[in-house]
């Protein structure tokens, strides 16, 4: 049996825009060279604002998900608001840290646009990303994560340009994620790309290889 | 009880770096990093992996540089031995096959070397890239990136040159990657190893290779007047006197142009 980070394939990548940010996944599940399912999406939302992409070993896909599906829904009754981007980071960090030592085998990238609030009235952006035991990265361009990384930064720092219009980071991330991931065996079967805006966020299926 | 200590002989070692080449209708570029590593530690900054063989055929060269400097010494040696039996270079597809039998005739302690030939086709003019595996298995291609970030850089092409996941506006011809003209392909090898660069440690401190010019061609050329935004920002260019290249010089074929490429590239 190989790592567990190889056992499922998938990739997740992350870019911002002027005023957007832009995640996206490859649909692929497998069981090593096997593929089982053309429909495995990784990137989740956690409210209108905010999403989650948990690629790895599939199984703590889905426990992660839920798990932090229970978190959120727990802190927004008791403090009466929806989480921030940069919080819901900070929670997921402390999540995997406090299994450091059996990590759940998932390398998280997260991308949203946090509201408007009294001490931060114009908010930026925010996309980050974090290992399997929750160390945080937060650059400025873009993350990228899962089976096809390498390949993902090679063509990510080829394309990527600053200040791109929510149509144009559509453009740029999904061939960014197409290319990537028709180089690697175990990532593809179809993709998914959320675009977020302040008052909409735009989710496209993409037509890509399916072998 | 302490284990006796055992010693053992590890004939092979990875220097790192890449090599990358793209071939268009009348001309061919070839280039690598001459970054020279050994792990974390950096051996040479300034190291050539890009050999010229003829006055048409260029060799890049990446892996564990002893077996890669050794493995060119012997190509020079059987071209030099076949210029004397036949009065004339050896065209760029006999090259390839040749390079081919002298890998595999190591095929049990292989030369640990990734190796892509480019240059110019002797029958037709045409651009030509082939790339080989360390024990022999090769190919024609249009492009070709090898070596540590071989992964980085082959999606990108695939993307820029093979135009993947690009659709032709309702109406109008599928893209042809052989119609690239040579400042497009110039700037995608600059783009190219930038990002690389970036991203992985063992890519760095120079670009350096070559561009072939076709007899035929006439578009244009990289030197001379009225020729300005051929050239990528930062990059210089020399013209090779056949004379001055270090190939079978006598009969050098005719018409064909070499041209050495060379670009800094980012020092943070």
């Known amino acids: 049996m190989g790592s567990p980070m190889e056992m499922n394939g998938g990739s997740v990548i992350a870019m911002t825009g002027k005023d957007c940010v832009a995640i996206a996944s490859d649909l692929r599940l497998g069981q090593q060279a096997v593929g089982l399912s053309a429909d495995f999406e990784k990137v989740f939302p956690i409210n209108n604002q905010l999403y989650v992409g948990l690629p790895g070993f599939a199984t703590d896909t889905y426990t992660l998900r839920e798990h932090l599906r229970f978190r959120v829904n727990m802190y927004r009754m008791k403090e009466e608001r929806e989480i921030t981007p940069k919080t819901f980071a900070h929670l997921l960090s402390s999540t995997l840290y406090e299994k450091r030592f059996g990590p759940y085998f998932i390398e998280p990238v997260i991308a949203g646009i946090p509201a408007p609030s009294a001490i931060d009235p114009d908010p930026k952006p925010f996309i980050c990303n974090m290992d399997t035991i929750g160390c945080i990265t937060t650059p400025k361009d873009f993350v990228v994560a899962g089976t096809a990384t390498d390949k993902l930064y090679g063509v990510a720092e080829g394309l990527w340009e600053p200040d791109l219009e929510p149509e144009d980071l559509f453009e740029t991330i999904s061939q960014t994620l197409l290319a990537a991931v028709d180089r690697d065996c175990i990532s593809g079967w179809g993709a998914v790309v959320h675009v977020i805006t302040k008052d909409k966020i735009i989710t496209r299926h993409l037509k890509g290889r399916m072998d | ?268």
């Not at chain 2, 051996?43 to 055929?57: E, G, H, I």
Request: glycine share 8%; net charge negative; proline share 6%.
């Open chain 2, 1 to 268: 009880m302490p284990e006796a200590i055992q010693h053992r002989f590890d004939p092979y070692s990875s220097n790192g770096g890449s090599i990358l080449a793209i071939a268009g209708k009348d001309f061919a570029v070839v280039a690598g990093d001459t970054r020279q590593s050994e792990g974390y530690s950096i051996q040479s900054r300034y190291q050539k992996k890009v050999f010229p063989l003829t006055s048409k055929a260029i060799l890049a060269v990446n892996g564990f540089a002893a077996d890669g400097n050794n493995f060119v010494k012997r190509v020079k040696q059987r071209l030099e031995w076949y210029t004397h039996a036949h009065n004339k270079e050896m065209p760029i597809k006999s090259i390839a096959r040749l390079i081919q039998t002298m890998l595999y005739a190591r095929r049990m302690f292989p030369y640990y070397v990734y190796n892509v030939l480019a240059g110019i086709e002797e029958d037709d003019g045409t651009g030509a890239v082939y790339s080989f595996d360390p024990v022999g298995s090769y190919e024609r291609e249009t492009c070709r990136a090898a070596g540590a970030a071989q992964s980085l850089l082959q999606p990108f092409l695939d993307n820029q040159i093979y135009f993947r996941n690009h659709t032709p506006a309702p109406g109008q011809p599928p893209f042809d990657p052989s119609t690239h003209p040579l400042s497009t392909v110039l700037s995608i090898l600059v783009d190219s190893f930038s990002s690389a660069t970036e991203r992985h440690i063992e890519v760095g401190d120079f670009l350096e290779g070559y561009v072939i010019l076709s007899p035929g061609r006439t578009s244009d050329d990289l030197i001379g007047e009225g020729v300005k935004g051929v050239l990528p920002e930062g990059m210089t260019v020399e013209e090779q006197d056949p004379e001055d290249l270090d190939v079978q010089s006598a009969v050098a074929g005719k018409g064909c142009r070499v041209f050495l490429v060379r670009k800094e590239l980012k020092r943070d």
